[in-house]
């Protein structure tokens, strides 16, 4: 499922479902691997959500992996987040999701001063979905 996410600098995709999320990771490693850019820009992978209650948890393990591998920022969520998350996304639930940055406009910037914007939208999506797994905490 792909669902398109408004953020403060640029519009951010996000991939959901495991499959999809490995597709991408698996993607983004075999460019990496390769060193080579393509002629058709690819998004970048810029956080990966992934959910603890999922059973049984190999099926997650080896995104975590792709994702150490690729440097990629990966947050756990707890508790039963899976369905949380699944309901406001219109799905039964959530495994794991990958938000993907948005290319385009960094072809013409420095590698440097991109992977610092892209370091500043993760960290405003993260921030932003902390604040609201913070406001769906029973008091």
């Known amino acids: ?5 408004f953020s403060s600098c640029a519009l951010v995709a996000c991939e959901i479902g495991i499959n ?3 597709r991408i990771l698996e993607s983004a490693f075999q460019q990496q691997k ?4 393509k002629s058709k820009p690819t998004p970048i992978p810029s956080l990966i959500l992934l959910s603890r209650d999922v059973r049984p ?3 997650v393990a080896h995104i975590s ?3 150490n591998l690729l ?3 990966t947050l756990i969520l707890p508790g039963k987040a899976s369905i949380e998350l699944g309901k406001a996304v219109g799905v039964r639930s959530v495994a794991a999701a990958v938000f993907l940055s948005s290319c385009g406009e960094g072809a013409s910037m420095s590698e440097d001063k991109q992977k610092e914007r892209e370091w500043k939208e993760t960290q405003n999506d ?3 979905f902390v604040k ?3 406001s769906k905490i029973p008091k």
């Open 1 to 5: 499922m792909h669902v398109n996410v």
């Open 20 to 22: 999809q999320c490995t």
């Open 34 to 37: 390769e060193q080579q850019p």
């Open 57 to 59: 948890a190999t099926i």
């Open 65 to 67: 992996l792709y994702a």
């Open 71 to 73: 440097n990629i920022p």
């Open 126 to 128: 993260v921030d932003s």
């Open 132 to 134: 609201y797994v913070i």
